[in-house]
């Protein structure tokens, strides 16, 4: 569309290859043999079989490790960030906490470099909960969020933001959903137009 947005987009899941890359750190750490397609849940420590205390743990060592480095993005997200940035403001909004600030704004620097005019991050240094994600993106008055996970999808649009969410094995129960769109990012500028069209009639649907 000609409109010029400002467009929030989830870093790890829509825009990295996160959950891939954690699998491999967890599977050496633990000698398990877990697959993608075994997450079909958001929160990974389920399927996985750890505490949340120990996840939340390992997530520390996991942005320390190799797994973490060689970190690939989506082929098909950098084309459509390419062609977002063209027309729109993009900023990345992100639930890693601060203390792992430096490392993100690294890490996208690499994979995204100049795509982005800023990185959100919506949890304190220690994993200190701030403001929800949704409360962020109407603070910095987002049009539209790019996501992967549904609760925060549902909790943006209850703000009256639209959201669209990326494909992932632990989001597939949307399917079919009346207004929340599940896509590819080869199909992300015509779900957004559709997505999009009917704004007006998400605000009232809280």
């Excluded at 982005?116 to 403001?131: D, E, K, S, V």
């Excluded at 933001?161 to 990012?185: D, F």
Aim: hydrophobic content about 35%; aromatic content about 10%.
């Amino acid at each position: 569309s000609s409109l010029f947005m400002k467009i929030g987009i989830d870093l790890d899941g829509p825009l990295l290859h996160f959950t891939e890359a954690y699998i491999r750190f967890h599977n050496r750490v633990y000698g398990t043999s877990f697959r993608l397609q075994d997450i079909t849940e958001y929160d990974m420590s389920k399927r996985l079989g750890v505490s949340h205390e120990q996840h939340g743990k390992d997530i520390f060592t996991f942005f320390a490790s190799a797994e973490y480095q060689n970190i690939k993005p989506f082929g098909a997200a950098l084309r459509q960030v390419r062609e977002l940035a063209q027309q729109h403001t993009l900023c990345i909004v992100t639930a890693r906490s601060l203390d792992h600030q430096a490392l993100t704004a690294t890490t996208v620097k690499k994979h995204y470099d100049g795509l982005f005019q800023a990185i959100y991050h919506t949890t304190g240094n220690g994993w200190f909960l701030r403001p929800e994600k949704a409360q962020v993106c109407k603070e910095v008055g987002l049009d539209l969020l790019i996501e992967d996970y549904i609760d925060n999808a549902m909790d943006v649009m209850r703000e009256g933001i639209p959201a669209v969410l990326i494909s992932r094995p632990w989001n597939k129960e949307v399917i079919g959903h009346p207004y929340l769109r599940r896509t590819r990012w080869s199909d992300i500028q015509t779900a957004m137009k559709k997505t999009l069209g009917r704004k007006n009639t998400l605000i009232s649907s809280s």
